[in-house]
């Protein structure tokens, strides 16, 4: 009896067969038996089989069902009934087993006593030429564990549906008469199903074990990815449909739940796609077949999607292809909006239809995505080409452009522009008008003519692909827009005249590319079509060919090699820190170059304003939109970000220049810090605690970089300086010169008794008999069903009870991103995308925190505190603590639950008497040394000698 049988099934696959049995020949665990089973090949598989059974015999068996079962379900069962091995393996005849796949999972499962070993899958592109790998659900199995149920892990009934990655006890597949459905795809959805919820113990281990080879450019598709045949679908339904009747006389909830989410997010997502391009008929039959199937899909799985995902599944119940088609161009392109959109009662809806259901309203509201706060050049937006026609050497196009929300005004100037570029983007592109452009209800119609022929003269063999794109201003401000092919046809290719002469191409076909687009590719049609392009072929792949192409990729790898990660910090700490130092050059940072902001632009603005004379570097990250136009800007990691700080005589941040940069001597690091602290910070921090010797060494060389730290109480020095083990020569006790600007604004308010809000509340709209209140909090993990920041209140209930006397601003942490709905527009602002905080403290007549540290600043302006900490008790004593106890110290309310928080709002303007004692205690304790001449002392005592 040997130890593993391993079952290869083979359908019309001769060449690739012997590769797939020598993988199991070669196993390190020599006792394995090969059971090759025919599926009635009509190609000359079988013999190969009987050559390979009669070259190995007593190791390679060979059998032949009578007639082709139509899929993969039924060889394997026939190769189940003749294996005699303790273990069984499945192995198709185009794949292969990794060398010590068998070994690996026998000791597993005889140490575990597992019914199911399951190893890691690896997908190997082969017709890429790096053959790209991926891992099949990693996660799974990144170490070994053994579980009782499958139940333990839902994510494994789920995902992982292969058959063939896994070893089976054979007693356990013949005791549960375990076998795979015959003559139906997706046969492996059924039959691990079944086997999982019957086996008592499966074992996942790490070792990768089965590649799974995959062709994408093969003539003939694999039966499972030919999805434009309608039978795939159906197939595919009623194993879904078996596997829920499985799992409803189990009473398996979850696992329903679970999988029916992977369906709305998977299995039809992958249909769903081709539906642009198949004919009405299709489209009827497909939306039949799916209305029953979806109508048993749990509602609840529609909240654990993409938006998108489960808008798409309910359009397509519905059967309503005129929103369902443009869905699917977002479903496709996930940044895409293609639809005109809805507002409703101060909601965004995906479309106008469908609102009267309750369960369709939920779906199709879109308000949290906050497509309604961006402006048109932050938009992708769809365009349906709606006529496409050549007439000698020209093309003459037209299409309408999805104008969401009105975002494109009717009065607005619109200018436009397609463009044709290579698809390998280093080559040329060619231009040509829009000749026409009007508003057409929620859309903009275009027209365009572009004689290719004459004007496009593609190089040819390396700019084969076209794409075409059209760039449309709106008023001076730009967006760009793809061509989407559906329900239009294209014609006939045009002649056009490549440069390497016509022999390489004659002309250009337009084609649809993968994600909808138009695009062209070069052909030939000319009589020796075929032979010219054999020798072309011949002469890219024959040695000048390769000659070039190993050329170029050795130019593409030397300059990735000298951009990565490791080659930069070569440069900087061995090259650009050999340069000398630049006399009066400083390099400035805010929140790791995301904001120009905070004390660093409070130095830079008073070194201006004294008039010195010094060369200012700002770093950047993301967009330099925002940031002084008198400064040298440089991206952050970029090669001429590292030059600057190797020869910069000041380095000014206040956070953290990258870890690993080492600074020079000559160099002088203020570290000017962003806030004092109430969590434990540094090495007071539970995670650092916990870090290897080596790794604390490495965060404490990057502390010991700061040559002064600036502190602004003696609890910055308990605490900050303490956690950062700071000397004390480090420590710079002047305060913030962030700060500067609040305890003037305090002084002027009690010179003159009277408060001046200045140019930012009516640049924000803000009417004059509006109270502003400030709602900053600290840090969140975005949990919301769009990934975004929750606000912790229904922030509509809250414009509606107080929009009549209170403007509210929204300030969400720089790492957060919060969405208002337009209901709420004028009563509640967003300003998150405000670089400086300082100015909204002053405007501010009030602030709503929660823990962060723009408590500590906003209390020197003498004004009211609200913290509304709802999450408390999990956020002090389940994250990392805190130094000192809010609730004794808290110089305003603090309150737990929405109603608390809105009856503090009503009590507010109480509240500036009633606290004041505890915030004049609160500022003596943590901003003592916050005097309003933090950044001019600072700026005379280190740079006073830059004066002209």
């Known amino acids: 009896m040997p130890d593993v049988s391993v079952v290869v099934i083979v359908y019309n696959d001769a060449d690739r067969l012997p590769t797939a049995v020598q993988s199991v020949l070669d196993q390190t665990l020599r006792d394995v038996e090969v059971v090759i089973v025919d599926d009635c090949s009509t190609d000359r598989s079988f013999e190969v089989a009987q050559r390979l059974a009669a070259d190995h015999p007593g190791r390679v068996r060979a059998f032949q069902l009578p007639e082709n079962s139509g899929a993969g379900g039924e060889p394997r069962n026939v190769g189940i009934e003749h294996t005699e091995g303790r273990y069984v393996m499945f192995l198709d005849s185009d794949d292969v087993l990794e060398v010590n796949a068998c070994r690996n999972m026998l000791e597993a499962a005889e140490e575990s006593g597992s019914d199911i070993v399951s190893g890691l899958c690896v997908r190997l592109h082969k017709d890429t030429r790096n053959q790209k790998r991926d891992e099949w659900y990693a996660w799974l199995y990144s170490t070994t564990r053994t579980l009782e149920s499958v139940t333990e892990l839902p994510d494994l009934f789920v995902w992982d549906t292969l058959s063939t990655n896994k070893c089976y006890r054979r007693d356990f597949l013949v005791e549960n008469n375990l076998r795979f459905p015959k003559g139906m795809f997706y046969e492996d959805l059924m039959f691990i199903a079944d086997a999982y919820l019957a086996a008592r113990r499966i074992t996942l281990i790490p070792n990768q074990v089965y590649f799974w080879h995959v062709y994408e450019r093969a003539a003939v598709k694999s039966v499972t990815n030919r999805r434009h045949e309608m039978t795939n679908y159906t197939h595919r339904l009623e194993i879904h449909r078996r596997i829920d009747a499985l799992l409803a006389e189990r009473g398996l909830d979850e696992l329903k739940l679970a999988k029916d989410v992977k369906f709305l997010k998977h299995d039809l997502v992958l249909h769903l796609r081709d539906l642009p391009f198949r004919d009405d008929s299709y489209r009827q039959e497909f939306s039949e077949l799916s209305r029953e199937y979806l109508a048993s899909i749990a509602p609840e799985a529609y909240e654990r999607v993409q938006p998108i995902q489960a808008i798409c599944a309910y359009l397509l119940q519905q059967g309503d292809w005129e929103n369902l088609i443009p869905a699917v161009d977002t479903l496709i392109n996930r940044d895409k909006v293609s639809s005109p959109l809805t507002e409703h009662d101060g909601r965004i809806y995906w479309c106008d239809g469908h609102l009267d259901d309750t369960f369709g309203r939920e779906i199709l509201d879109v308000t949290d995505i906050g497509y309604h706060e961006k402006p048109v050049n932050q938009l992708f937006l769809r365009n349906q080409l709606t006529r496409f026609s050549a007439s000698g050497k020209a093309v003459s196009l037209a299409g309408r452009i999805t104008n969401p929300l009105g975002v494109i005004p009717p009065g607005a100037r619109l200018k436009g522009q397609l463009e044709f570029s290579a698809r390998r983007r280093s080559l040329q592109s060619f231009q040509f008008p829009v000749r026409e452009l009007r508003h057409e209800g929620d859309t903009v119609h275009w027209e365009a003519t572009a004689d290719l022929t004459a004007k496009l003269r593609p190089l040819g063999i390396v700019d084969t692909i076209w794409d075409v794109r059209l760039r449309l201003d709106v008023d001076g401000v730009r967006t760009t827009t793809r061509l989407t092919v559906a329900d239009t046809g294209l014609s006939e290719p045009l002649p056009v005249r490549p440069r390497l002469t016509r022999m390489v191409a004659d002309h250009l076909a337009p084609h649809v590319s993968a994600k909808g687009h138009l695009a062209f590719r070069l052909v030939s049609e000319g009589r020796n079509a075929e032979r010219v392009q054999e020798l072309i072929n011949r002469g890219v792949r024959g040695k000048p060919g390769t000659l070039a192409k190993t050329g170029f990729r050795k130019a593409k790898a030397l300059r990735q090699k000298v951009t990565s990660g490791d080659n930069k910090l070569r440069a900087y700490h061995e090259v650009f820190c050999r340069l000398p130092i630049k006399k009066r050059t400083v390099v400035f940072e805010s929140h790791l170059g995301k904001q120009y902001s905070d004390s660093p632009r409070a130095l830079y603005e008073e070194m201006r304003r004294q008039g010195l004379e010094f060369e200012a570097i700002w770093s950047y990250a993301g967009s330099p939109q925002d940031f002084p136009k008198d400064v040298t800007l440089v991206r952050r990691w970029s090669l001429p970000y590292l030059k600057a700080l190797a020869q910069a005589e000041f380095w000014v941040d206040n956070q ?207 004004r009211p505190l609200v913290f509304f900490t709802y999450d408390y008790d999990e956020y002090v004593h389940e994250g990392r603590g805190t130094y000192f106890d809010l609730l004794e110290h808290a110089p305003g309310p603090v309150v737990r639950t929405e109603d608390d928080f809105h009856e503090t709002i009503k009590s507010f303007e109480s509240q500036a008497l009633e606290y004041a004692k505890s915030r004049r205690e609160f500022v003596a304790k943590f901003g003592e040394y916050d005097r309003g001449d933090a950044a001019r002392s600072i700026v005379d005592q280190f740079f006073a000698q830059w004066s002209r």
Do not use: C
């Open 656 to 862: 953290s220049y990258p870890l690993k940069l080492t600074k020079r001597p000559e160099t002088t690091y203020l570290q000017t810090w962003h806030g004092s602290a109430l969590k434990n910070m540094g090495f007071d921090q539970p995670a650092l605690k916990a870090q290897t010797r080596r790794q604390q060494e490495e965060q404490q060389r990057s502390l010991d970089r700061f040559d002064r730290f600036l502190v602004r109480s003696e609890h910055d020095v308990h605490t900050l300086a303490k956690a950062f083990r700071l000397q004390e020569k480090t420590l710079l006790r002047s305060g913030y010169p962030r700060n500067d600007a609040l305890v003037h604004a305090r002084e002027r308010e009690a010179e003159r008794g009277v408060r001046e809000r200045g140019p930012l509340a009516a640049e924000l709209g803000i009417p004059e008999d509006r109270t502003v209140l400030l709602y900053a909090p600290t840090f969140r993990k975005a949990g919301g069903r769009h990934g975004r920041f929750e606000l912790p209140f229904d922030v509509e209930r809250f414009a509606d009870q107080f929009g009549d006397r209170y403007v509210l601003l929204v300030r969400s942490h720089y790492l957060n991103h919060v969405v208002l709905p337009p209901t709420v527009q004028g009563r509640v602002i967003d300003v998150s995308a405000r670089h400086d905080v300082t100015p909204l403290l002053e405007l501010a007549d009030g602030l709503i925190t929660d823990y962060s540290s723009v408590m500590f600043d906003y209390a020197l302006l003498d």
